[in-house]
């Protein structure tokens, strides 16, 4: 039982004691710095129970969980605030027990728990990762890795779009300009060769219509009638039709898109446990909608399209079958759904991660699969986000300027080792140890300025701001777990496994325990939440109060051998903390820097 739940079952006890009322809640929260205490309990809302003056109300429970609650060493009633001062033996016996917890913070797996499938990154197949696709990646993977963390089984998937029109305008320009060019005899990764060739297709394209105006057609019509539009919709019948000359290149392609990807995937430390290929599951769902139709979640208009009616949610009719018995995205989403949890019969819940602008899709997916009668469309949630804007303005694929995902993070790593130089940072290392060094700030940059941000929110994306070395900034909390290695390496004879006992602790030391002492709620809510930005936040606090600590309190100048000891043993736990939260973030921590 944690002690917030002690002093709450108390205040109950006292309130009931005291004033024969029964409180049903009671609100507890840190006790602000200004003020002694540590947890502070909030008379006001009590009040709607308990007649009277909110300070005296204060002194009489303070008293009363004085003599009751062992940990609570005194207390002081500012307002209607009653401020717990919590003893030290408390903090002392607490950090005893997480101090060699390799798994601290991480929840425990319940017996009959089900398992949640995330999806993320989802590309087409006509093009390289971009900075948009890297916030879908990085949330997507982190939430996965929280959600493990917080005692659920989990699997990473993703589902790829390789099949459409967008995929044979690619193919298309690659046949008819390639020349037979591939990945090997250009140097160049795959996906950036195939994503030139998708370029390359709509300059033609904007020729073409441009031509077809002058000729008097509309704009339009010249669309339209664009001949290598004609062309590109002729290649993607002909795949449908199983063509073998167009499926042959379609896989050559695609193949050198995949590998191009994997390299991309490998750089940014992100992994999948399955992949779904849309050329598979466009299919899927027809069968799911007969069902429906039978059970009357679905309707056929005259023109023999089938609708769902969700005018009752506050939504419209949305199409899931085409008059011509063609299926929409809808239908194949529903389809992909049902086909994961067959596969993985263990499945509970989804976690869709797709940019805002797909909102209303997923609400009315989700909406239809409750209709349908699936248990666990109840547990299905799209983690969505917002853009990622750069101060040059909107990217766009077709006009090939998207800012490439393999590109940004070369860029990254270099003003990474370009601001470590000017600051004098790895002066005396080897050129091997500055180059994994400026890797691992460059990555680590990228992604804690992304994640740092509540999902919902729009980013504007700055390079520099997020490789600075002061303020909330993955370099920033790098540097701290390095000082913090810096201090065990001096400390390697010390012994770790003594037990410190009968020590005073200093504001500091204090602080920076109940910080630890956050980190299990803090990852749960951050599973609860779908949210990265929770411990992202919760690491740069943490790492706030160290340097703090760090900068008033000295580890080696103790004044004795045991408050040493436990202050080395404090900046271990601290930075085995950084650590285990920076992972959760996908973020690799630096031993020197």
């Known amino acids: 039982m944690s002690l917030q739940h002690t002093i709450s079952e108390n205040v109950k006890t006292a309130i009931h004691k005291l004033y024969n009322a029964t409180l049903e809640s009671v609100e507890l929260q840190a006790t602000r710095k200004e003020f002694e205490g540590d947890i502070t309990v909030v008379i006001f809302p009590m009040l709607r129970v308990v007649k009277g003056n909110p300070v005296q109300i204060g002194e009489a429970v303070g008293k009363l969980l004085v003599d009751t609650v062992e940990e609570i060493k005194s207390y002081n009633v500012v307002k209607g605030f009653l401020n717990l001062v919590i003893s030290d033996s408390y903090y002392l016996d607490f950090f005893a027990n997480i101090k060699d917890d390799d798994h601290f913070g991480f929840g425990t797996p319940v017996e009959g728990d089900k398992a949640v499938m995330v999806e993320y990154s989802s590309p087409n197949t006509n093009k390289p990762l971009h900075l948009g696709h890297i916030r879908n990646i990085l949330l997507g993977y982190a939430v996965a890795e929280i959600i493990k963390a917080s005692g659920k089984k989990v699997y990473k998937t993703q589902i790829i779009n390789d099949r459409g029109i967008h995929i044979c305008k690619s193919m298309l320009a ?136 969700l005018t009752d949610e506050g939504l419209d009719e949305k199409l899931v079958l085409r008059s011509d018995g063609t299926s929409v995205y809808m239908t194949q989403d529903i389809g992909t ?63 090939g300027t998207v800012v490439d995902a393999d590109d940004l993070i070369v860029e990254m790593v270099k003003t990474a080792s370009e601001i470590s130089k000017e600051l004098g940072k790895l002066d005396g290392y080897t050129e091997e140890e500055r180059t994994d060094i400026y890797d691992t700030i460059g990555l680590g940059a990228l992604k804690y300025f992304i994640l740092k941000v509540d999902p919902k929110k729009r980013i504007l994306f700055n390079p520099e701001e997020s490789v600075d070395f002061q303020g909330n900034t993955g370099p920033f909390i790098q540097y701290t777990y390095a000082r913090v290695q810096a201090i065990l390496r001096k400390a390697e004879d010390f012994e770790y496994t003594k037990t410190i006992n009968d020590i005073a602790l200093h504001p500091k030391e204090k602080e920076l325990i109940k910080q630890l002492e956050l980190y299990p709620e803090i990852i749960q809510n951050a599973a609860k939440d779908l949210s990265p930005a929770i411990i992202a936040n919760y690491t740069y606090d943490l790492v706030k109060s160290y340097n703090s600590f760090f900068q008033n309190v000295s580890i080696f100048g103790a004044d004795s051998d045991q408050e040493k000891l436990f202050r080395v043993q404090l900046s271990k736990s601290v930075g085995n903390t950084i650590k285990s939260a920076f992972k959760l973030l996908g973020i690799n921590v630096p031993n020197r820097m």
């Open 337 to 399: 759904a049902i086909q994961r949890v067959k596969d993985n019969p263990d499945v509970g819940g989804m976690i869709y991660t797709v940019g805002n602008e797909q909102d209303y899709h997923f609400k009315v997916l989700f909406l239809i699969l409750k209709k349908l009668g699936y248990d666990w469309a109840k547990n299905l949630h799209h983690l969505s986000y917002g853009m990622v804007d750069l101060p040059s303005g909107k990217m766009k694929s077709r006009e």
């Open 174 to 309: 690659w046949k008819m300009f390639g020349k037979g060019e591939t990945p090997e005899s250009t140097g160049l990764k795959g996906d950036k060769l195939v994503g030139n060739y998708y370029v390359k297709f709509d300059q033609i394209y904007k020729d073409q219509i441009a031509e077809l105006e002058t000729q008097g057609k509309s704009k339009e019509e010249a669309k339209k009638e664009a001949p290598i539009l004609i062309e590109a919709q002729e290649m993607l019948r002909k795949w449908e039709t199983g063509d073998p000359e167009v499926v042959k290149l379609w896989k050559m392609m695609n193949e050198w898109v995949y590998a191009g990807f994997d390299q991309t995937y490998k750089t940014v430390g992100v992994d999948f446990d399955s992949y779904y290929y849309e050329s598979n599951t466009y299919l899927l769902g027809k069968d799911n909608i007969e069902e429906g139709l039978a059970k009357g979640v679905f309707f056929k208009k005259e023109d023999g399209s089938v609708w769902c009616d």
